[in-house]
């Protein structure tokens, strides 16, 4: 095979360079030597939301979108969907292996081991107002626990960075239920760590007065196999995040606190929240035809659909499907599905989906079982973020040990003025009375 190589001619000069293709990729930095000039800069690539610009390599999570595949570590997710649970899906992530017995034995202990708060965080969750969102808890939360835990600075010793690890993953599930608590003025349950990592979650969430909460078994196995899914999903913009803020060297906390808050966004985490908004508006089969009218006529999208990696159905949509009839057994039907389910068949058979490859995504059924499960809108994403904090944190170390990475300093391409003289404010000359918010600017 011929030599994996890229030859340009940069057509202002003339001149060839021979780039190397490596995995795939040409290095971006080589490009830097194509110039005009001696004296002048070299070229950069221009890449917008880093469409097609890989900035790590990963050893994490593979996927194949035009053929709808997703693994962690290698293995299908929908092996890890159907056979394994949550802590040893994360095992996994973390560590790169499945555990042995008595590996996962010893990662569960270490774990729940990690459930408890310090009392303070909980006088911490009470300062926020009583209708706070608990996303903004969860961001100031897991961001305040830098400062309950100094020796997270130690980012480049490996004990710290598995303490950190155990840290976040065992308590993520109390902050997110103590946020719950907090806005329905519910005083907090402890974690009970005699009970599954979903099942102590639920009891945390939903505990009354009784001694013991008892999670319904499918309910529990429903929530296990949603944190599956959600564990890792390669370099989305919440881990594209914790990469960028961790490459300061910034703590662990610090970094996962920065995700939670891009995980927040509704383009990302909280699409699911759209789905049933959306389906609510819809409110009957009958006036599908309708929305999918204003869909084809580009007045609005179909949420839930479209993706931009996965040009075929989503295989984590595919799995949820699947899990939604499971927990209608117990919780009774969420009368929204029938509308889903319509609206997914005449989008699949329409040109306009067709030709565009769009598929249902994770968060088309996602909203409707949470829904089901009593979980209000606001606690969606809450519950993405204690899925995702494994994948979060190998994407994080995985950053950390990788000898090509630096701090994130991207390029930019300058468009702005060249260089102008100050004027003193008293010899500007007066604009015809405007005001700040009347001036133009982007803020
Ligand atoms: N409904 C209608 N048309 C759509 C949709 C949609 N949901 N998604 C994409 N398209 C069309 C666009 O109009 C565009 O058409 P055109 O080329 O004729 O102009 C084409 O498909 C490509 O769209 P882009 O916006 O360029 O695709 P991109 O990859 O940037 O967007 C995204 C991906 C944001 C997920 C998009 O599909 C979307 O907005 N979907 C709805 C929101 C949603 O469900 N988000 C959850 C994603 S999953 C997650 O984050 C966990």
């Not at 598995?162 to 402890?190: C, D, E, N, V, W």
């Not at 984590?316 to 009368?335: C, D, H, L, M, S």
């Not at 606001?378 to 995702?388: G, Q, S, T």
Request: charged letters at 25%.
């Amino acid at each position: 095979m011929a030599t994996p190589t890229l030859t340009v001619t940069d057509n202002r000069t003339g001149k060839q360079y021979t780039l190397k293709i490596e995995d795939g990729a040409i290095h971006a930095t080589d490009l830097a030597q194509i110039k005009v000039a001696a004296d002048q800069p070299g070229l950069v690539s221009y890449d917008p939301a880093l469409v097609n610009t890989a900035t790590c390599k990963s050893k994490v999570s593979y996927i194949d979108g035009d053929r709808g595949i997703l693994r962690y570590r290698g293995y299908p997710i929908e092996e890890l969907a159907e056979k394994s649970n949550y802590l040893e899906t994360a095992y996994l992530i973390v560590k790169g292996e499945l555990p042995t017995a008595s590996h996962f034995k010893m990662w569960q202990h270490n774990i729940k081991m990690h459930t408890l708060v310090h009392e303070n965080v909980k006088h911490f969750i009470e300062g926020f107002r009583y209708d706070a969102h608990p996303m903004g808890i969860l961001i100031g939360t897991v961001g305040a626990l830098s400062t309950f835990y100094p020796d997270a600075k130690n980012i480049l010793d490996l004990e710290s960075r598995r303490m950190q690890t155990r840290r976040l993953i065992g308590k993520m599930p109390t902050i997110a239920a103590f946020a719950y608590r907090h806005s329905r003025g519910l005083p907090y349950a402890y974690p009970d760590n005699d009970l599954s990592y979903a099942g102590n979650f639920l009891s945390m969430l939903f505990k009354m007065t009784e001694l013991k909460y008892k999670p319904d078994p499918v309910l529990e196995r429903a929530l296990e196999v949603l944190f599956i899914l959600h564990a890792d999903h390669e370099q989305n913009c919440s881990s594209t995040t914790v990469r960028a803020v961790g490459s300061s060297h910034a703590d662990p906390y610090s970094a996962v606190a920065a995700a939670c808050a891009a995980l927040g966004g509704p383009l990302h985490g909280a699409a699911n929240e759209a789905v049933i908004h959306m389906l609510h508006e819809i409110g009957s089969k009958d006036r599908i035809p309708e929305l999918i009218k204003q869909v084809k006529g580009r007045e609005r999208r179909l949420m839930g659909f479209g993706h931009r990696v996965y040009k075929n159905y989503d295989p984590r949509a595919k799995i949820i499907k699947q899990i939604a009839y499971e927990v209608f057994e117990v919780t009774g039907k969420n009368p929204l599905i029938d509308i889903a389910l319509e609206l997914e068949r005449i989008a699949l058979e329409d040109d306009y989906f067709v030709s565009h490859r769009l598929y249902p995504n994770v968060d088309f059924y996602s909203g409707i079982i949470y829904e089901a499960m009593g979980f209000p809108m606001a606690m969606f994403p809450v519950l993405f973020a204690i899925a995702r904090t494994s994948g979060w944190m190998a994407q994080w170390a995985e950053m950390l040990l990788d000898e090509e990475q630096k701090i994130v300093r991207p390029k930019q391409v300058y468009l702005g003025y060249d260089t102008r003289r100050y004027v003193p404010l008293a010899d500007r000359p007066e604009d015809g009375g405007l005001i700040e918010t009347e001036v133009r600017g982007p803020l």
